[in-house]
């Protein structure tokens, strides 16, 4: 059984001071290309994400999705600053999602997810997006980034090397914009562009936390 956090004002730098969520670690596919480096494995947010894997901290679905639901009108949200969907090797558990887009209905929920996009998952995912709760698919490479945005079900972000702060276009033509955090100072509060289900360009992420010199190697040659 999966356990869900919900910290009601984040204190994260990028975020701002928005809702944000935790899930745990049981999660995550193994096929995540972050999976063995990812930056939520390190620091202070891998003491409460342990926590919460562990049961130690957090709640169950039902008192999650009634938490969610307590949100005001509206409330920008960000769930999964750690975890993804509801699921375990790899399969969106559907009625789970459901549950959650059901209680983020005239909220303005949104997450990431390196689940693998076989039918079903794009099935869900597709419809969670439509429904108002918008769903990002994080691609590893930019080949997976033009794969994923030919699918046209979902918005898509990428993960590139650390030092990279110059937008780009794909070899299929898609725009990358390097994440306004990082350029332009803004938090998620304000800046709200992975929360918009209609957007075309392609948000990437430069590489960020204790572990980022380990995910820049695996990606420096991935890039074009």
């Known amino acids: 059984m999966h356990t ?76 999964n600053q750690a975890g993804d969907l509801p699921g375990t090797d790899g399969n969106i558990d559907r009625r789970a999602l459901a549950d959650i887009v059901i209680a983020n209905l005239n909220k303005r929920g949104f997450t990431y997810t390196h689940k693998p996009m076989n039918k079903s998952n794009a099935q869900a995912v597709k419809c969670a997006n439509k429904l108002g709760f918008t769903v990002n698919l994080s691609a590893d490479t930019v080949a997976q980034a033009d794969e994923y945005a030919a699918m046209g079900i979902a918005p898509v972000v990428l993960t590139v090397p650390e030092d990279t702060r110059a937008n780009f276009t794909t070899p299929a033509g898609n725009k990358v914009v390097i994440c306004p955090a990082e350029t332009k100072g ?39």
């Open 4 to 79: 869900y956090h919900l910290t009601i004002k984040s204190s994260n730098a990028k975020t701002g001071p928005i809702p944000v969520t935790t899930t745990s670690g049981d999660t995550c596919p193994t096929t995540c290309g972050q999976y063995q480096n990812c930056y939520a494995k390190s620091g202070p947010l891998a003491l409460h994400w342990n926590k919460v894997s562990e049961g130690q901290r957090g709640m169950t679905l039902a008192q999650f999705c009634a938490a969610i639901e307590e949100l005001p009108e509206g409330t920008l949200w960000r769930h």
């Open 186 to 224: 803004v938090t998620c509060a304000d800046c709200k562009l992975c929360a918009w289900s209609g957007r075309k360009a392609i948000i990437a992420f430069p590489a960020h936390g204790s572990k980022k010199k380990a995910v820049t190697a695996d990606k420096v040659f991935n890039i074009l």
